[in-house]
């Protein structure tokens, strides 16, 4: 059995495994050209269109598109989902919630099956 053993609030009592562990992790910084500072099941990251549009595209694809995203960004930034796909995500960087931005420093997890 893998997974660690702990006090989780899945139904299971294991953590570590199904939908208590995080399927894609990003953090990317974008100051100028778009670098991948850590990650996992991402295979890249794209400037989808510019004004503050990504996309990140995933190794292994989720079962469904019923996956949550989290994801947070620089000096008071917002993440917005724009497109939620099996194979990847869609979202869009704002700067108080009004204007398109691309931000230094953005983090993104993904949990789901």
Same mark, same amino acid.
């Given at each position: 059995?893998?997974?660690?053993?702990?006090?989780?609030?899945?139904?299971?009592? %294991?953590?570590?495994?199904?939908?208590?562990?995080?399927?894609?992790?990003?953090?990317?910084?974008?100051?100028?050209?778009?670098?991948?500072?850590?990650?996992?099941? %991402?295979?890249?990251?794209?400037?989808?269109?510019?004004?503050?549009?990504?996309?990140l595209?995933?190794?292994?694809?989720f079962?469904?598109?019923?996956?949550?995203?989290?994801g947070?960004?620089?000096?008071?930034? %917002?993440?917005?989902?724009?497109?939620?796909?099996?194979?990847?995500?869609?979202?869009?960087?704002?700067?108080?919630?009004?204007?398109?931005?691309?931000?230094?420093?953005?983090? %993104?997890?993904?949990?789901?099956?």
């Amino acid at each position: 059995m893998s997974g660690i053993i702990g006090t989780s609030k899945s139904t299971s009592g %294991v953590i570590g495994r199904s939908k208590d562990t995080p399927k894609v992790w990003f953090a990317g910084s974008s100051s100028g050209s778009y670098t991948e500072e850590d990650s996992y099941n %991402v295979s890249s990251w794209v400037d989808n269109g510019g004004n503050g549009l990504h996309r990140l595209n995933f190794i292994k694809s989720f079962q469904a598109v019923a996956y949550t995203f989290a994801g947070a960004c620089q000096n008071r930034g %917002v993440l917005t989902i724009n497109e939620r796909l099996v194979g990847s995500v869609d979202f869009r960087s704002f700067y108080d919630g009004n204007t398109d931005n691309s931000y230094p420093q953005i983090s %993104v997890v993904c949990f789901g099956e």
